[in-house]
């Protein structure tokens, strides 16, 4: 009940923060009942498919929790508490960088400049790649560092850390394409598009549901300990096909131009993702040794550890060549 009265109040709290700054930009009115309205209902129009244009993956993990729920005991919580790990670099950069994005991209829209819509989108994709793909390979790296951690306490056991480890794996190769689904997205929204990613995502959601069962029952009949891996496999192709439709689309409307450099780019953050990633399992030890760890030591060595990986990254990143000034958002009408 405490948790459940912390997340209702964290909410208010979060609401109420705005209106002094919407009430600074003088934005704030008193609700007025115009359903009648032609921009109401245009916006209604556009509304309702971009709901569950971005939702296909809460839908998809729900799919998994039902699923879940017939496997061995523990398998749902497993998948729920790996998501929740997968769902905060989502949540602070993924959704954050497409919030950014929409009204730009809105923007050049209206205006009328194809070029810089693109030029928009291209950053945000170079940001995914510099910043999800570290992101991912940290987190399969750092995975039981992190479960233990956080959970490794009272009726939690090691076994219990282990399977949640094995969902982890899995879903933080989905990382990727969980951030570029939402930032794809936009490029659709800012054009008034909201069909196009319902399509594609009733295409994702159905692929989940099949590979589900494709993956799930092999694996029953073969007796692997891990089964519930199978759903977050699923999950993660699913998030990966989203988004390579998505790309696609905007290729094909002439809406995006890939700028040049794309591959050298993703040579030199593979470099230093590899680079991060060695310095991480040299650090991190054997499972075991977090396991018998108190909870102050894993809280204390998890907590440079996490910055040192991040510090050989950007280091890393910056010895292959990649300068920050190259990453800085677009000017309009700029290459």
Known sequence: MALAWGVFVAGAVQLGFQFPFILRLKLLRWPRWGWKSSGVQHIFRLMLPGIFGSSVMQINLLFDTLIASFLVSGSVTWLYLS??????????????????????????HAAGDPDAFSHMLDWAL???????????????????????????????????????????????????????????????????????????????????????????????????????????????????????????????????????????????????????????????????????????ARIVKLSWMIPLGAVVYFAALGLSGVRFSQLKRPKTGAK
């Open 83 to 108: 998501d929740r790990m997968v769902e905060l670099p989502l949540g602070i950069f993924g959704i954050a960088l497409a919030t950014v994005i929409l009204p730009k991209l809105s923007q050049k």
């Open 126 to 296: 170079r940001l995914v790649l510099v910043i999800a793909l570290p992101a991912a390979v940290a987190l399969a790296a750092l995975s039981v560092p992190i479960l233990s951690t956080l959970f490794l306490y009272g009726d939690f056991s090691a076994h219990d850390m282990e399977m949640a480890a094995v969902s982890l794996l899995v879903y933080s190769a989905g990382l990727i394409g969980f951030i570029l689904v939402k930032v794809l997205a936009p490029g659709y929204f800012a054009r008034q598009d909201t069909k196009t990613p319902v399509k594609v995502g009733l295409v994702a959601m159905f692929a989940n549901m099949a590979m589900n069962v494709l993956f799930v029952v092999p694996m029953l009949q073969l007796g692997w300990s891990a089964p519930h891996a199978g759903l977050a496999l699923a999950t993660t192709l699913s998030s990966f096909i989203n988004a390579g439709l998505l790309y696609v689309g905007l290729r094909k409307k002439g809406v995006y131009h890939p700028q040049p450099g794309w591959f050298k780019l993703l040579l030199q953050s593979l470099f230093a993702a590899s680079v991060m990633v060695l310095v991480l399992l040299l650090v991190a030890g054997d499972s075991e040794s977090w396991i018998a760890a108190g909870a102050r």
